[in-house]
């Protein structure tokens, strides 16, 4: 029979992630005993579950316990594979790695940081707020079918999904703002020609409910003696889904870019073949970092996360597997189909499931990319004209007294929709790495903080519109927020008053002496 419990803890952290690994180790080493909680069986979020290609191109604005991460990375990797070794120059200085890599430097971090109970495959099951303040949280043992009562003075929440708010009442924003409510030039329903830098016709700029697509993000062994090959089609697999790749084939969409840019996930030997449905990058050991290509028309994933973040958890057990389904079925079809050109099924026959990761999930990744969720209605809202220059090309200085992080990343926002009748360019709502546009910006702290209640600091879906959340969505800016969090926990704690009250001061000084960047580099 299941049987109730509960704890107290300084710090309660609902998710897994970057973000959520980072408050909790910044809380933990400042002495705070924390619960880290994530419903699946892994720590580490989709830099553990395929994305091993950190989405960092100003190294300089992202420093604290991201930057440890990746000197534990590169560490990683001379000791076991030596200074000199191939897979250390694959590494890129810890910025590129394994998921089983990213997974064990996490674990690493949150075994020596005194005081963490991790608690994974616990779903959280309701929030309790008294006195305008959360106070604990009820979670079910997914194992057991036990429930668990946390109490802790600080609740952070460092889900894709925005779970733990959500849960607690606060106001939230779920899709795209219009244009007009904060002047921002790529809100609403757009579309956007990503190789010219120009809003085409059919744009709308009207607010829409929709988000960005999920994905998968593969990653794929290039050794024969570490792979799966697919033995079958998925499950309800349909050939049709795909047949439209050889439309975009033809009309010259599966080309290379115009410029090509480092890291970006552009591998010239597929050029104009049918394998640029993917985004692959390579990886240390012989494996690659394989991304869906959001740009030709037959991307077969928006709106397939219909219903995924207001649903209940069968709901999202279904999703991720149709999600799950359609990856495997576009391996399927770049593998198998005869239709496809030989040259095209070899080249892309040299990525195959890894024998060596996902060993518990099939050999596939056991995060979905959830790029959007939630977003919080903070205290402050980061809008396109925080992180863009202005359309006269000018770059206002946004002056703020509680910067505790900074976002450099361009605005990159993958399709909304399916595609509609006329589309012949590109998919509405596909804002694709906009980094003409984007500059590094500050992240004040009150956009972390919720309106409406105390005890709850926000580590990942923090206060942002659409536009300015595609440029914050990136694990290493996570990884800040989740360190400024767990240090603003801690004083909270400390000086026994609410989050929002928490001495600014002494927040930036803690966080610039552990590394973090809170100013622009000079």
């Excluded at 062994?221 to 697919?230: I, T």
């Excluded at 600014?504 to 803690?510: F, G």
Aim: glycine share 10%.
């Amino acid at each position: 029979m299941a049987q109730d419990s509960s704890d107290k803890f300084d710090v309660v952290v609902y998710g897994g992630t970057p973000a959520g690994i980072a408050a909790a180790v910044a809380a933990a080493r400042m002495g705070r005993r924390v619960a880290l909680i994530d419903t699946h069986a892994h720590f580490g979020g989709m830099a553990a579950s395929g994305l091993g290609k950190s989405d960092v191109e100003k190294k300089q604005y992202i420093g604290g316990l991201f930057a440890e991460y990746v000197r534990r990375v590169r560490k990683h990797y001379v000791a076991r594979h030596g200074e000199d070794s191939e897979a250390v120059k694959a590494c890129k200085d810890g910025y590129y790695y394994e998921p089983s890599v990213a997974e064990a430097v996490f674990e690493s971090m949150i075994a020596e940081a005194p005081g963490i109970t991790p608690m994974k495959k616990h779903r959280l099951l309701k929030v309790v707020v008294e006195g305008g303040r959360v106070r604990a949280a009820t979670l079910l043992d997914m194992a057991s079918g036990n429930e668990k009562h946390l109490e802790a003075a600080i609740f952070i929440d460092g889900t894709y999904e925005g779970d733990l708010f959500a849960a607690a009442g606060t106001s939230f924003r779920l899709g795209r703002e219009g244009r007009d409510e904060f002047d921002e030039s790529l809100a609403g329903y757009i579309y956007y020609d990503y190789e010219n830098g120009v809003i085409l016709p059919g744009t709308t700029g009207q607010a829409d409910k929709g988000l960005p697509a999920y994905t998968y993000r593969l990653f794929l062994s290039s050794n024969p003696q570490n792979s799966v090959p697919l033995a079958a089609p998925p499950n309800g697999y349909d050939r049709a889904v795909y047949t439209p790749y050889f439309e975009d084939l033809e009309a010259g969409r599966l080309a290379g870019p115009k410029v090509v840019h480092e890291g970006r996930g552009y591998f010239p030997q597929h050029f104009n073949t049918l394998v640029r449905a993917l985004s692959v990058t390579t990886m240390p050991n012989g494996k690659a970092d394989v991304n869906i290509n959001p740009r030709p028309l037959a991307f077969p994933f928006p709106e397939e996360n219909k219903d995924y973040i207001e649903g209940d958890w069968d709901t999202r057990m279904r999703i991720e597997q149709r999600h799950r389904d359609l990856a495997l079925g576009l391996l399927w079809f770049l593998h198998n189909d005869d239709e496809v050109p030989e040259a095209h099924r070899k080249m892309a026959r040299e990525y195959q499931l890894p024998k060596d990761e996902f060993t518990d999930n099939g050999n596939f990744p056991w995060q979905l990319y959830v790029r959007e969720g939630r977003r919080l209605q903070g205290r402050y809202t980061i809008t396109q004209h925080d992180v863009s220059v202005e359309k006269d090309g000018s770059s206002p200085e946004f002056r703020h007294d509680d910067v505790m992080a900074m976002g450099e990343f361009p605005i990159d926002s993958f399709p909304v929709h399916k595609r509609q009748p006329g589309d012949t360019i590109v998919l509405e709502g596909y804002l694709g790495m906009l980094g003409h546009l984007t500059r590094p910006y500050k992240i004040p702290y009150r956009a972390l903080l919720p309106k409406e209640v105390d005890g709850l600091i926000v580590a990942g879906a923090i206060s942002a519109t659409h536009v300015a959340y595609s440029s914050v969505r990136m694990e290493p800016t996570w990884m800040a927020l989740g360190h400024a969090a767990g240090i603003a926990a801690h004083l909270a704690i400390l000086r026994k008053c609410p989050a929002d009250e928490v001495p600014i001061q002494a927040l930036r000084d803690l966080l610039r002496a552990q590394g973090q960047v809170v100013d622009p580099p000079k």
